[in-house]
C-alpha cells in the first residue's frame, strides 16, 4: 500500500508556472505507474499525465502536451508535475495516483491509490 501526498498548488496568472510534488510512503514507489489527474467544479476527473516506473516513459492528454511536464525521484520517492504557460482551462483540484498495473494508464479506474488532491487556480 502506499499513501500520497501533494503540494505545490495555488493561484497563479495566466502564462504562469506552478510545481506541483507527491510525495509518497513505502519502500515500493518504484513499482507503480504514477500519473496525474485533474477535476474541475461540475467536471468528471480528467487524466493529465502519467510515467511509467522506471521513468523512461510519459504519456500526456492533448490539451497539456508541451506545458506540462511529468517526472519521477525514485530514490526520494516522489513525483513531480512541471505546469508552463498555465491557462484559465487549467483550474481544478490536481490528484496525484498510483496505479499497480505494469504500463501506463489513463484511465481512473486503473489508479489503486490516490492523494487528498490540491488546489490550482489560474487567473485570467
Known amino acids: 500500500q502506499v499513501q500520497l501526498v501533494e503540494s505545490g498548488g495555488g493561484l497563479v496568472q495566466a502564462g504562469g508556472s506552478l510545481r506541483l510534488s507527491c510525495a509518497a510512503s513505502?519502500?515500493?514507489?518504484?513499482?507503480?505507474?504514477m500519473g496525474w489527474f485533474r477535476q474541475a467544479p461540475g467536471k468528471e476527473r480528467e487524466f493529465v499525465t502519467a510515467?511509467?516506473?522506471?521513468?523512461?516513459?510519459?504519456y500526456y492528454a492533448d490539451s497539456v502536451k508541451g506545458r506540462f511536464t511529468i517526472s519521477r525521484d525514485n530514490a526520494k520517492n516522489m513525483v513531480y508535475l512541471q505546469m508552463n504557460s498555465l491557462k484559465p482551462e487549467d483550474t481544478a483540484v490536481y490528484y496525484c495516483?498510483?496505479?499497480?498495473?505494469?504500463?501506463?494508464?489513463?484511465?481512473?479506474?486503473?489508479?489503486?491509490?490516490w492523494g487528498q488532491g490540491t488546489q490550482v487556480t489560474v487567473s485570467s
Open positions: 495516483a498510483a496505479s499497480t498495473r505494469v504500463v501506463i494508464r489513463t484511465s481512473s479506474n486503473e489508479y489503486n491509490y
Open positions: 513505502g519502500r515500493t514507489f518504484s513499482s507503480y505507474v
Open positions: 510515467i511509467s516506473r522506471s521513468g523512461g516513459n510519459t
